[in-house]
């Protein structure tokens, strides 16, 4: 599976940019998805899930309430709307695919997409 993440930029605090991560391969619904993000000098951080068919959504008490993750498996797609954005979510943002469904918020995926930088600006 290869994955293209794509929506980032630069985007004032308060902004709803949507992020979109595209995948190759025709068994897309298989994969249970991730959005992950990692900001200059600290680790890769969990910030959403959702399981292959859809029916489950996982989020990160930090973005819970702001962020939706959601997917369309007829266009191999998983987004991740993002509103009420802060400054302290300035990251680059990686969409992750995997076959297990357990423990979703870990880093434990098969394939990462390439990251789209999100700036916000205060």
């Known amino acids: 599976v290869q994955l293209q993440a794509s929506g980032g930029g630069l985007v004032q605090a308060g902004g709803s940019p949507r992020l979109s991560c595209a995948a190759s391969?025709?068994?897309?619904?298989?994969?249970?998805m991730g959005w992950f993000r990692q900001a200059p000098g600290k680790e890769r951080e969990f910030v959403a899930a959702?399981?292959?068919?859809?029916?489950?959504?996982y989020y990160a008490d930090s973005v819970n309430g702001r962020f939706t993750i959601s997917r369309v498996n007829a266009k191999n797609t998983v987004y991740l709307q993002m509103v009420s954005l802060k400054p302290e979510d300035t990251a680059v943002y990686f969409c992750?695919?995997?076959?297990?469904?357990?423990?979703?918020?870990?880093?434990?995926?098969?394939?990462w997409g390439q990251g789209t930088q999100v700036t916000v600006s205060s």
């Open positions: 992750a695919a995997r076959t297990n469904p357990y423990g979703l918020a870990n880093l434990s995926y098969d394939y």
């Open positions: 391969g025709r068994t897309f619904s298989r994969y249970h």
């Open positions: 959702i399981t292959g068919n859809g029916g489950s959504t």
